[in-house]
C-alpha cells in the first residue's frame, strides 16, 4: 500500500514540529463540525451583539462614564465582551469530549500517533478560531457607535486571547477526562470557576469601582491581566498591560498543557 | 512482531491494589493471527491496552513492531492499527471526514487519504452511507466503520478489543469475512480479544488463554482441545447389563470421572474420551463383548470452553467471579 511510505515520510518529526504538525489536523478535524454545520456559527456570533447592544446602555447609565478611565463605554466594554466569548468558548473545550470519552472515538484517537499537547492545543484553538470572525465583526459593527478600530492591536488581542485559550481549553480537557462518567462534575466545576473569575476580572463592570479586598483579589486573577492587556489593545496602545497580559497568557497555557498532558497520561481504567 | 517479558499490571482502586496482568511473557510472529481468551476481567483487555501504549506497564518490558512501548509509545502507535471496544466515530463527523482525518492522523497525504478512505467504504459496504453522520449508522454499520478507522493507514500489525461483541451472527460472520480478506490481501498480523469461544476457536490459529492475569494456555485451538479435553462420550445400555461395564468405561475415561443417570431401564453414562472419534468403534466392540451392547452412542468433540473448564474448573461463561 502507498500508505506505508507516506507514514515514514511524516512520522519521523519530532518535538515542536510534531506538535504544531498535529495541531493542525486535531484543529481541522474539529473545524469539520461548524463548517458542515454552519448555522451554528450564526448563532454564535448574534450573542456578542446581544451583550453589546443590551448590557453596554445600561453599563454606561449605571456606571457613569467617568468610571472609563476616560474612554467611551463601548471603547470599554468592547474588548470585555470578546475576552468573554474567550473565556465561554474555551473553557467548553472538553464538553465536547465529554462525547467522545463516551464512545470509542476518544481511545481511537488516542491510540493514532498524535502528539498528546496536539490533541488538547488543537481542541481548545477551535473553541478560539470562531473568536476571530466574532471579535473583527463586532468591532467593525461598532465603529458607526463610536469605536474606534485599530485593527492591527485587534488581531494582537486576538492572537493573546488564543494563547491563553490554549490554557484554558487544556484546563478543561483535563477537567474532562477526571470527571469521566460523571458529566455534573465537568459543568458544576466549569459554572462554579467561571463566574467569580469572571466578575473577579472586570469585564463587566470596572473592579475600580468594588470594595478593597475585590481589587487585591483581583491581583491573583490571570484574567485581569488579559482584560486590561485587551482593553489597552482595543483603545489602540501596546504597553505594560499589553506584557503582562501576554506573560498571564503564557503562563496559563504553560500550567494548562501541563496540567492536560499529565491528565491524559494518568491511566484510569 | 509482538515480544514481551514478564509484562505486568497493576491498578490501584480505592486504595486496594488489584494485579490485573500477573507478568505475562508473549511472543507473536508476522503474519500471525492470535486470540487472547478468557472471562470478563481476565485481563486480556488490560494487556492489549499495554500492548498499543493505551496504558503503561507497571513492570516488565514490551516491543510491538520493534518498538518498546515504553521508550516510545508514539512510535508504536504509528506502526500499529487498533480497534478499540467502543465505536472510533464521532457522533456528529460525517463517516468520509472521519476516515481522511484518521489518514492524516497517521501522516498519510489528502489525496492518498480520501482514495484509500474511499477503497475502504467500498470494500466494507458502506460507500452510500460516506456523506451520512456517525450517529445515523446502525451498530453494524458502525462497527465496519472501526474496521475501516482501524485499517485507514494499513497497518502491519493490527489490534482488535472484542471484535464483535454486541453484533448479531450475520454481522458478526459479515465483520469477520472482512478482517480475514485484509488478512489474505496484506498479510496483517492480527491480535484480538475476545471472551466468544466460537470465535477464538474458528478464526484464530493460536489461542492464548488468559484467566486471573496469567496466560494458562498457549496454542493452536484443535492441539489445546485434543491435549487438554476429550471428546464427551455418551452411551446408554441396558439398566440390567450396567454393571458390566462401569470398570470398562472407567478405565477408558484414564482417570476421568464417569457420570451415570438411569430412566426408563437404560443407565446413560457420560465421560470424557480423549480421541474419542479414533477410540469410540472398539470400545463399542468391548461393551458388546462384555454383555452390554450400546442402545445409543453420542460423541461430541470438544469445545475451547472445555479446555478452560478442565484447566481451571470454572465455565469461561460464568466470567471472573472465581
Same mark, same amino acid.
Given at each position: 500500500?502507498?500508505?506505508?511510505?507516506?507514514?515514514?515520510?511524516?512520522?519521523?518529526?519530532?518535538?515542536?514540529?510534531?506538535?504544531?504538525?498535529?495541531?493542525?489536523?486535531?484543529?481541522?478535524?474539529?473545524?469539520?463540525?461548524?463548517?458542515?454545520?454552519?448555522?451554528?456559527?450564526?448563532?454564535?456570533?448574534?450573542?456578542?451583539?446581544?451583550?453589546?447592544?443590551?448590557?453596554?446602555?445600561?453599563?454606561?447609565?449605571?456606571?457613569?462614564?467617568?468610571?472609563?478611565?476616560?474612554?467611551?463605554?463601548?471603547?470599554?466594554?468592547?474588548?470585555?465582551?470578546?475576552?468573554?466569548?474567550?473565556?465561554?468558548?474555551?473553557?467548553?473545550?472538553?464538553?465536547?469530549?465529554?462525547?467522545?470519552?463516551?464512545?470509542?472515538?476518544?481511545?481511537?484517537?488516542?491510540?493514532?500517533?498524535?502528539?498528546?499537547?496536539?490533541?488538547?492545543?488543537?481542541?481548545?484553538?477551535?473553541?478560539?478560531?470562531?473568536?476571530?470572525?466574532?471579535?473583527?465583526?463586532?468591532?467593525?459593527?461598532?465603529?458607526?457607535?463610536?469605536?474606534?478600530?485599530?485593527?492591527?492591536?485587534?488581531? =494582537?488581542?486576538?492572537?493573546?486571547?488564543?494563547?491563553?485559550?490554549?490554557?484554558?481549553?487544556?484546563?478543561?480537557?483535563?477537567?474532562?477526562?477526571?470527571?469521566?462518567?460523571?458529566?455534573?462534575?465537568?459543568?458544576?466545576?466549569?459554572?462554579?470557576?467561571?463566574?467569580?473569575?469572571?466578575?473577579?476580572?472586570?469585564?463587566?463592570?470596572?473592579?475600580?469601582?468594588?470594595?478593597?479586598?475585590?481589587?487585591?483579589?483581583?491581583?491573583?486573577?490571570?484574567?485581569?491581566?488579559?482584560?486590561?492587556?485587551?482593553?489597552?489593545?482595543?483603545?489602540?496602545?501596546?504597553?505594560?498591560?499589553?506584557?503582562?497580559?501576554?506573560?498571564?497568557?503564557?503562563?496559563? =497555557?504553560?500550567?494548562?498543557?501541563?496540567?492536560?498532558?499529565?491528565?491524559?497520561?494518568?491511566?484510569?481504567? | 512482531?509482538?515480544?514481551?517479558?514478564?509484562?505486568?499490571?497493576?491498578?490501584?482502586?480505592?486504595?486496594?491494589?488489584?494485579?490485573?496482568?500477573?507478568?505475562?511473557?508473549?511472543?507473536?510472529?508476522?503474519?500471525?493471527?492470535?486470540?487472547?481468551?478468557?472471562?470478563?476481567?481476565?485481563?486480556?483487555?488490560?494487556?492489549?491496552?499495554?500492548?498499543?501504549?493505551?496504558?503503561?506497564?507497571?513492570?516488565?518490558?514490551?516491543?510491538?513492531?520493534?518498538?518498546?512501548?515504553?521508550?516510545?509509545?508514539? /512510535?508504536?502507535?504509528?506502526?500499529?492499527?487498533?480497534?478499540?471496544?467502543?465505536?472510533?466515530?464521532?457522533?456528529?463527523?460525517?463517516?468520509?471526514?472521519?476516515?481522511?482525518?484518521?489518514?492524516?492522523?497517521?501522516?498519510?497525504?489528502?489525496?492518498?487519504?480520501?482514495?484509500?478512505?474511499?477503497?475502504?467504504?467500498?470494500?466494507?459496504?458502506?460507500?452510500?452511507?460516506?456523506?451520512?453522520?456517525?450517529?445515523?449508522?446502525?451498530? /453494524?454499520?458502525?462497527?465496519?466503520?472501526?474496521?475501516?478507522?482501524?485499517?485507514?493507514?494499513?497497518?502491519?500489525?493490527?489490534?482488535?478489543?472484542?471484535?464483535?461483541?454486541?453484533?448479531?451472527?450475520?454481522?458478526?460472520?459479515?465483520?469477520?469475512?472482512?478482517?480475514?480478506?485484509?488478512?489474505?490481501?496484506?498479510?496483517?498480523?492480527?491480535?484480538?480479544?475476545?471472551?466468544?469461544?466460537?470465535?477464538?476457536?474458528?478464526?484464530?490459529?493460536?489461542?492464548?488463554?488468559?484467566?486471573?492475569?496469567?496466560?494458562?494456555?498457549?496454542?493452536?485451538?484443535?492441539?489445546?482441545?485434543?491435549?487438554?479435553?476429550?471428546?464427551?462420550?455418551?452411551?446408554?445400555?441396558?439398566?440390567?447389563?450396567?454393571?458390566?461395564?462401569?470398570?470398562?468405561?472407567?478405565?477408558?475415561?484414564?482417570?476421568?470421572?464417569?457420570?451415570?443417570?438411569?430412566?426408563?431401564?437404560?443407565?446413560?453414562?457420560?465421560?470424557?474420551?480423549?480421541?474419542?472419534?479414533?477410540?469410540?468403534?472398539?470400545?463399542?466392540?468391548?461393551?458388546?463383548?462384555?454383555?452390554?451392547?450400546?442402545?445409543?452412542?453420542?460423541?461430541?468433540?470438544?469445545?475451547?470452553?472445555?479446555?478452560?473448564?478442565?484447566?481451571?474448573?470454572?465455565?469461561?461463561?460464568?466470567?471472573?467471579?472465581?
Amino acid at each position: 500500500m502507498a500508505a506505508h511510505g507516506t507514514i515514514a515520510g511524516t512520522r519521523e518529526k519530532h518535538g515542536l514540529g510534531r506538535v504544531l504538525h498535529d495541531t493542525r489536523y486535531v484543529f481541522w478535524r474539529e473545524m469539520l463540525l461548524p463548517l458542515r454545520d454552519p448555522f451554528s456559527l450564526v448563532f454564535s456570533l448574534l450573542q456578542p451583539l446581544v451583550f453589546l447592544g443590551l448590557f453596554g446602555p445600561l453599563l454606561g447609565a449605571a456606571v457613569g462614564a467617568p468610571a472609563f478611565g476616560g474612554q467611551s463605554t463601548l471603547q470599554w466594554f468592547l474588548p470585555g465582551v470578546v475576552v468573554m466569548i474567550a473565556l465561554f468558548g474555551t473553557s467548553m473545550t472538553g464538553s465536547n469530549l465529554q462525547y467522545e470519552l463516551m464512545t470509542g472515538s476518544y481511545e481511537r484517537i488516542l491510540a493514532t500517533p498524535l502528539s498528546r499537547s496536539s490533541l488538547m492545543i488543537g481542541r481548545a484553538l477551535k473553541e478560539w478560531a470562531p473568536l476571530v470572525v466574532q471579535g473583527l465583526l463586532i468591532a467593525l459593527v461598532c465603529i458607526p457607535f463610536g469605536f474606534v478600530f485599530h485593527p492591527l492591536h485587534v488581531v =494582537a488581542g486576538l492572537v493573546i486571547l488564543g494563547i491563553f485559550g490554549i490554557g484554558l481549553g487544556a484546563l478543561s480537557y483535563a477537567l474532562a477526562l477526571v470527571s469521566q462518567n460523571k458529566e455534573w462534575i465537568f459543568w458544576g466545576v466549569q459554572q462554579t470557576l467561571l463566574f467569580p473569575l469572571m466578575i473577579l476580572s472586570g469585564i463587566m463592570l470596572p473592579i475600580e469601582a468594588g470594595p478593597g479586598w475585590m481589587q487585591t483579589a483581583s491581583l491573583f486573577n490571570p484574567l485581569t491581566y488579559l482584560v486590561n492587556a485587551e482593553r489597552e489593545l482595543f483603545a489602540g496602545s501596546v504597553g505594560t498591560d499589553t506584557l503582562l497580559g501576554l506573560l498571564a497568557a503564557a503562563v496559563t =497555557a504553560a500550567v494548562g498543557l501541563a496540567v492536560g498532558v499529565k491528565a491524559i497520561s494518568r491511566n484510569i481504567r | 512482531m509482538i515480544h514481551t517479558d514478564k509484562l505486568a499490571k497493576t491498578f490501584t482502586v480505592k486504595k486496594e491494589t488489584v494485579d490485573a496482568v500477573k507478568g505475562v511473557d508473549i511472543d507473536v510472529a508476522p503474519g500471525e493471527l492470535v486470540a487472547f481468551l478468557g472471562p470478563n476481567g481476565a485481563g486480556k483487555s488490560t494487556t492489549l491496552r499495554m500492548l498499543t501504549t493505551l496504558l503503561t506497564p507497571t513492570s516488565g518490558t514490551a516491543r510491538v513492531a520493534g518498538v518498546d512501548v515504553t521508550a516510545d509509545p508514539a /512510535g508504536v502507535r504509528a506502526r500499529i492499527g487498533y480497534i478499540g471496544q467502543g465505536n472510533g466515530g464521532g457522533h456528529s463527523f460525517r463517516v468520509i471526514d472521519e476516515l481522511v482525518m484518521q489518514g492524516r492522523f497517521y501522516g498519510m497525504n489528502s489525496a492518498d487519504a480520501l482514495a484509500r478512505a474511499r477503497e475502504l467504504l467500498q470494500s466494507l459496504d458502506l460507500a452510500d452511507l460516506a456523506k451520512r453522520t456517525v450517529i445515523k449508522l446502525s451498530g /453494524g454499520q458502525r462497527r465496519r466503520m472501526d474496521v475501516a478507522l482501524g485499517l485507514m493507514h494499513s497497518p502491519r500489525l493490527l489490534f482488535l478489543d472484542e471484535p464483535s461483541t454486541g453484533m448479531d451472527p450475520q454481522n458478526r460472520a459479515n465483520l469477520w469475512e472482512h478482517i480475514m480478506r485484509m488478512r489474505e490481501e496484506h498479510g496483517t498480523t492480527i491480535v484480538l480479544t475476545t471472551h466468544y469461544m466460537d470465535e477464538a476457536d474458528s478464526m484464530s490459529e493460536r489461542v492464548i488463554i488468559i484467566d486471573h492475569g496469567r496466560i494458562i494456555a498457549d496454542d493452536t485451538a484443535a492441539r489445546l482441545k485434543a491435549n487438554l479435553a476429550g471428546d464427551l462420550l455418551a452411551v446408554e445400555v441396558a439398566a440390567a447389563s450396567a454393571a458390566g461395564v462401569r470398570g470398562l468405561l472407567g478405565r477408558a475415561a484414564a482417570g476421568g470421572e464417569v457420570s451415570e443417570n438411569s430412566y426408563d431401564g437404560v443407565v446413560r453414562f457420560r465421560l470424557r474420551l480423549p480421541e474419542g472419534a479414533r477410540l469410540a468403534p472398539g470400545l463399542l466392540l468391548e461393551m458388546h463383548d462384555a454383555g452390554a451392547p450400546a442402545q445409543s452412542l453420542e460423541l461430541k468433540p470438544p469445545t475451547l470452553d472445555d479446555v478452560f473448564l478442565e484447566l481451571t474448573g470454572r465455565n469461561l461463561r460464568e466470567g471472573a467471579n472465581r
